[in-house]
């Protein structure tokens, strides 16, 4: 049997189907390696240990007496932490939270308890989903199971780390500004920002009320699908949550690129902003790759990257402030500095100024959107530069801003970062694949005919 730590979501759901695998020994079997490895990399801020062999004997109980909730039944996962578990601590990574216990699950919580899944605790954030990687904090950042002296990413930190280490299968990130991306990209996974509105909010911590994600980080786009069917859905206490009807993101995974039109976006990663030449590199291999499985491809160009990111920068500082306004009055020196600093540059943006930029945030939407009349999906980048070393603030200061995936928090339409190869220094590179609104089935497709012929996503990092 392959190793349990590798298994997909799609796998452990046939053979814990099958009765082939026990829920109950595929925990302990991940719960071991946890204990095991997590010492040196910190993806998890609340190991649950207890709570997942309860969730594990009650999956495997259920399904001896064949029942069946879906392809999370007996699977675990893990929660960012600042998406409620009710009965634990939801901190955001910050001392100002410590004591935090959530009164009630989240939306996305309760789906996944719903579809059987199997709890394994809560993973690190940066403070607040903002302030990171940050050594200031009560506890560590999680680091890159690639080299651990190398940052993971952020905010959604210990998700990444914990789905590429081989701890999880799948876990729940945020995405404000990049941060289910970006772990995703530094990590070598697949993480999704679905559709502005697709999974609820609720009973997460808001970071930007405009801006806030909800989204899966996986080791494959087959998986990540599976995710989004099961935490997708229109919920009226989110008033951010849309009507659009969800699911089927699975329907047409097999159905190949070919004939699909892919407009590049190169622009953001030449001109507008110049990538490591290794990321250039594996994003254009990848490119051709889908050519030859026979989509048309062509660039394409939208408004300059800068747009978008200023944009996105003033709109994400000023509703943070709001948010934590009452916070740096009265207790500032429980902040991290990051935290602090960057939550603090909000205070000094003009009401005018946002709202201008939310004015510009609707043209640069409508005129994205207008793109895919000629076009299927667009592909780009990611982030410009393979993970730096996590104990060089210039370095990760330089690269944290060195990204294309703020633009697709402004439109609000989906964006998937995959895998595309290694750099030589044995670090992951990634893309973006991007759709309209609500076009996440396809843009799954698109990453899952690309995943099949390259197999990026079969290689692991070596922890042992």
Same mark, same amino acid.
């Given at each position: 049997?392959? =190793?349990?730590?590798?298994?997909?979501?799609?796998?452990?759901?046939?053979?814990?189907?099958?009765?082939?695998?026990?829920?109950?020994?595929? &925990?302990?079997?991940?719960?071991?390696?946890?204990?095991?490895?997590?010492?040196?990399? !910190?993806?998890?801020?609340?190991?649950? @240990?207890?709570?997942?062999?309860?969730?594990?004997?009650?999956?495997?109980?259920?399904?001896?007496? %064949?029942?069946?909730?879906?392809?999370?039944?007996?699977?675990?996962?893990?929660?960012? =932490?600042?998406?409620?578990?009710?009965?634990?601590?939801?901190?955001?990574?910050? $001392?100002?939270?410590?004591? !935090?216990?959530?009164?009630?699950?989240?939306?996305?919580?309760?789906?996944?308890?719903?579809?059987?899944?199997?709890?394994?605790? $809560?993973?690190?954030?940066?403070?607040?989903? #903002?302030?990171?990687?940050?050594?200031?904090?009560?506890?560590?950042?999680?680091? !890159?199971?690639?080299?651990?002296?190398?940052?993971?990413?952020?905010?959604?930190?210990?998700?990444?780390?914990?789905?590429?280490?081989?701890?999880?299968?799948?876990?729940?990130?945020?995405?404000?500004?990049?941060?289910?991306?970006?772990?995703?990209?530094?990590? %070598?996974?697949?993480?999704?920002?679905?559709?502005?509105?697709?999974?609820?909010?609720?009973?997460?911590?808001?970071?930007?009320?405009?801006?806030?994600?909800?989204?899966?980080?996986?080791?494959?786009?087959?998986?990540?699908?599976?995710?989004?069917?099961?935490?997708?859905?229109?919920? @009226?206490? =989110?008033?951010?949550?849309?009507?659009?009807?969800?699911?089927?993101?699975?329907?047409?995974?097999?159905?190949?690129?070919?004939?699909?039109?892919?407009?590049?976006?190169?622009?953001?990663?030449?001109? =507008?902003?110049?990538?490591?030449?290794?990321?250039?590199?594996?994003?254009? &291999?990848?490119?051709?790759?889908?050519?030859?499985?026979?989509?048309?491809?062509?660039?394409?160009?939208?408004?300059?990257?800068?747009?978008?990111?200023?944009? !996105?920068?003033?709109?994400?500082?000023?509703?943070?402030?709001?948010?934590?306004?009452?916070?740096?009055?009265?207790?500032?020196?429980?902040?991290?500095?990051?935290?602090?600093?960057?939550?603090?540059?909000?205070?000094?943006?003009?009401?005018?100024?946002?709202?201008?930029?939310?004015?510009?945030?609707?043209?640069?939407?409508?005129?994205?959107? &207008?793109?895919?009349?000629? #076009?299927?999906?667009?592909?780009?980048?990611?982030?410009?530069?393979?993970?730096?070393?996590?104990?060089?603030?210039?370095?990760?200061?330089?690269?944290?801003?060195?990204?294309?995936?703020?633009?697709?928090?402004?439109?609000?339409?989906?964006?998937?970062?995959?895998?595309?190869?290694?750099?030589?220094?044995?670090?992951?590179?990634?893309?973006?694949?991007?759709? $309209?609104?609500?076009?996440?089935?396809?843009?799954?497709?698109?990453?899952?005919?690309?995943?099949?012929?390259?197999?990026?996503?079969?290689?692991?990092?070596?922890?042992?």
């Amino acid at each position: 049997m392959t =190793d349990f730590a590798w298994l997909t979501v799609a796998e452990a759901a046939e053979l814990l189907r099958g009765k082939k695998l026990s829920p109950v020994e595929y &925990a302990q079997a991940l719960i071991d390696r946890i204990e095991r490895h997590d010492g040196k990399l !910190n993806a998890f801020l609340r190991f649950t @240990p207890e709570l997942a062999m309860e969730d594990a004997r009650r999956a495997e109980a259920e399904i001896m007496r %064949g029942g069946w909730r879906g392809p999370l039944h007996g699977v675990p996962y893990g929660l960012k =932490d600042i998406v409620d578990y009710a009965g634990l601590p939801t901190t955001a990574h910050s $001392k100002i939270l410590q004591e !935090n216990v959530a009164v009630a699950d989240a939306a996305v919580t309760q789906k996944l308890r719903a579809a059987g899944g199997v709890f394994m605790g $809560k993973l690190s954030t940066h403070e607040f989903a #903002i302030g990171g990687p940050s050594f200031d904090l009560p506890w560590p950042p999680a680091r !890159n199971p690639w080299n651990r002296d190398h940052f993971c990413g952020g905010s959604s930190s210990g998700a990444g780390t914990a789905t590429a280490a081989g701890f999880l299968p799948a876990a729940i990130g945020t995405d404000t500004g990049g941060s289910v991306r970006n772990p995703a990209a530094m990590c %070598g996974v697949v993480g999704i920002k679905p559709t502005y509105g697709v999974v609820s909010r609720r009973g997460v911590l808001p970071l930007s009320f405009s801006l806030d994600h909800v989204g899966a980080l996986t080791r494959t786009a087959h998986d990540n699908a599976l995710m989004l069917d099961l935490i997708a859905g229109h919920d @009226p206490l =989110d008033p951010g949550s849309s009507a659009h009807a969800t699911g089927g993101c699975t329907a047409e995974l097999e159905r190949g690129v070919e004939g699909l039109r892919i407009g590049v976006i190169r622009h953001f990663y030449t001109r =507008d902003m110049e990538a490591d030449p290794e990321m250039t590199a594996g994003i254009d &291999a990848a490119v051709r790759k889908l050519a030859d499985l026979g989509a048309e491809v062509r660039e394409i160009e939208t408004a300059p990257l800068g747009e978008y990111v200023a944009c !996105n920068r003033t709109i994400l500082t000023s509703e943070a402030f709001a948010i934590h306004e009452k916070w740096m009055c009265e207790r500032p020196e429980d902040y991290g500095a990051l935290a602090r600093e960057r939550l603090m540059a909000g205070a000094f943006v003009r009401a005018a100024d946002y709202v201008n930029a939310t004015r510009l945030r609707r043209k640069l939407a409508d005129a994205f959107h &207008a793109l895919f009349s000629g #076009i299927d999906v667009a592909v780009t980048a990611s982030s410009m530069d393979p993970a730096c070393r996590i104990d060089d603030p210039k370095a990760v200061e330089y690269t944290y801003g060195r990204q294309a995936r703020a633009p697709f928090n402004v439109t609000g339409g989906p964006a998937l970062s995959v895998p595309v190869g290694f750099s030589k220094a044995g670090l992951p590179l990634a893309m973006q694949i991007v759709g $309209k609104p609500f076009s996440e089935a396809l843009i799954y497709r698109v990453a899952h005919a690309y995943e099949r012929a390259t197999r990026w996503v079969e290689r692991h990092p070596p922890l042992e």
